[in-house]
């Protein structure tokens, strides 16, 4: 069998760019992994502090931790924490955050972590290896929730069809078993270009690890630990992380709607903390050939202004 693929970090040299990173400074790398960007910001000559909720990814990048001699530290954490440990460490401001969203190319690449029906594995799909397995909700969950979830975090629109048949086919242990399901119950054909799975696997894995949430609350963990002047640089892969991701900018950089003759205007809950970000940056074609991941992913990146963290 061949070694996976090496882990290659999507649009580094923009979220470089974005972080515009000096010499001494301190940054966050919220999504560590398998460490593409965390060992770009070292070369950069950033002091870093990383977080992962991934056992896996804790455990496997001490050697990284070891090899920087004092100018890494790894929390094993989810991101949404950031500010809490951050402050457990004595670190009450940082001058740079990236987030790199979703799963990582290290848990699609195995097999046993269950993020992928690419190769049969166990239905896990829990990021930080504990609480509810996808087997778990796909054989415990009534037939009205299943549905729910694959409409609203998968955006399936024959989401009820898939729940029925899922019911239906239970129990359901292995990532392959639930592929076939919703390939049958979708008519799915082998020259299909896009398999009718995906979304069933994003939907529950969203759900199952409170990506969306985790993103909300990791965003205003940032606002709140970045300096004056500090530098946000997001990485998104789909619609429903990037609205996140775009409502937050645009709201926290006073970008509220105007109003109109039938809404009022909407008032900013408190001063800009961000300046007006960025637009919007995507892979070019030569990195798209070279990593196919990046296809689909956006770099969102803006600057902390002055004004206190929101308290919403």
């Known amino acids: 069998m061949s070694a996976p693929a090496p882990h290659v970090p999507v649009l580094l040299d923009e979220v470089l760019a974005g972080l515009q990173i000096a010499a001494g400074e301190v940054h966050v790398d ?9 060992r770009a910001m070292l070369a950069s000559g950033a002091r870093v502090i990383a977080f992962d909720r991934d056992p896996d990814a804790a455990a496997e990048g001490q050697s ?4 920087a001699e004092g100018a890494l530290t790894l929390v094993p954490a989810a991101f949404s924490a950031m500010a809490e440990e951050l402050a457990g460490r004595g670190t009450d401001a940082v001058d740079g955050v990236v987030m790199d969203i979703g799963v990582s190319s290290m848990q699609l690449d195995r097999a046993e972590r269950g993020f992928s029906f690419q190769a049969d594995g166990p239905l896990d799909m829990r990021m930080a290896q504990e609480g509810q ?8 969950a009534d037939e009205s929730e299943i549905a729910d979830v694959l409409y609203r975090y998968g955006e399936e629109p024959k989401s009820r069809r898939i729940a029925r048949a899922i019911v239906a086919a239970r129990p359901l242990t292995r990532t392959t078993e639930l592929a076939a399901v ?27 690890n409170r990506e969306l949430d985790e993103l909300a609350e990791g965003l205003r963990a940032a606002e709140a630990v970045l300096r004056p002047g500090g530098r946000l640089a997001v990485v998104t892969f789909h619609s429903l ?26 008032q900013a809950a408190a001063d800009p903390t961000f300046e007006t970000p960025a637009r919007a940056v995507r892979a070019g074609e030569q990195e798209v050939a070279r990593n196919p991941r990046a296809r689909s992913a956006t770099l969102r990146v803006a600057r ?9």
């Open 30 to 38: 919220a999504t560590f992994g398998a460490g593409g960007y965390t």
């Open 64 to 67: 990284m931790v070891a090899a």
């Open 133 to 140: 397995s996808a087997a778990d909700f796909v054989n415990e």
């Open 182 to 208: 919703v390939r049958r119950a979708l008519g799915h054909k082998p020259h299909d270009k896009k398999d009718p799975a995906t979304r069933t696997f994003q939907a529950i894995r969203i759900h199952l």
């Open 241 to 266: 992380e990037d609205r996140v991701v775009k409502r937050f900018l645009r709201e926290r950089s006073g970008g509220t709607p105007g109003g109109s003759r039938h809404l009022p205007v909407a």
């Open 304 to 312: 902390r202004t002055a004004a206190a963290a929101w308290r919403v």
